[in-house]
């Protein structure tokens, strides 16, 4: 694989997928679904009337998009075109990636419930993944 494959990306699908990701984690970590249980796994408190700051929004974006563009460059360099292809490779990115990791932070970082805060978070990347990867491989 080279970066020539840049070129034969669909953009629109990279946006599409890395924005769809984007507001997935904004339902995902809000206080009504999983954002309580994981603020409180992972030991992080905002006081009352704290409001947080723009960053809260602009590093998951970027975060999506790079994991998205890898996808969308897997996915070219694959030749996946198929629902399974994608389920496969959002799986085999999700696992050899974003568990990975999380579980590296799950282990070493300080959680006050490490099991909880790894369960949200690889919940999170999974649906994340998988859906990212059923769009910008079947988008033609």
Same mark, same amino acid.
């Given at each position: 694989?080279?970066?020539?494959?840049?070129?034969?990306?669909?953009?629109?699908a990279?946006?599409?997928?890395?924005?769809?990701?984007?507001?997935?984690?904004?339902?995902?970590?809000?206080?009504?679904?999983?954002?309580?249980?994981w603020?409180?796994?992972?030991?992080?408190?905002?006081?009352?009337?704290?409001?947080?700051?723009p #960053?809260?929004?602009?590093?998951?974006?970027?975060?999506?998009?790079?994991?998205?563009?890898a996808?969308?460059?897997?996915?070219? #360099?694959?030749g996946?075109?198929?629902?399974?292809?994608?389920?496969?490779?959002?799986?085999?990115?999700?696992?050899?990636?974003?568990?990975?990791?999380?579980?590296?932070?799950?282990?070493?970082?300080?959680?006050?419930?490490?099991?909880v805060?790894?369960?949200?978070?690889?919940g999170?990347?999974l649906?994340?993944?998988?859906?990212?990867?059923l769009?910008?491989?079947?988008?033609?």
């Amino acid at each position: 694989m080279t970066f020539d494959v840049l070129g034969d990306l669909n953009w629109l699908a990279v946006l599409v997928a890395t924005l769809a990701y984007w507001i997935l984690g904004a339902i995902w970590y809000a206080q009504g679904v999983f954002g309580r249980a994981w603020m409180r796994a992972g030991g992080i408190e905002m006081q009352e009337g704290q409001r947080p700051g723009p #960053a809260i929004y602009i590093i998951p974006l970027i975060a999506n998009f790079l994991a998205v563009l890898a996808l969308a460059m897997l996915a070219a #360099a694959t030749g996946s075109t198929t629902v399974s292809h994608a389920i496969v490779l959002g799986l085999v990115v999700w696992g050899g990636y974003a568990v990975g990791h999380i579980l590296l932070g799950a282990t070493f970082d300080t959680r006050p419930s490490a099991g909880v805060w790894f369960t949200i978070n690889v919940g999170y990347h999974l649906v994340g993944l998988v859906g990212a990867a059923l769009i910008v491989t079947l988008w033609d």
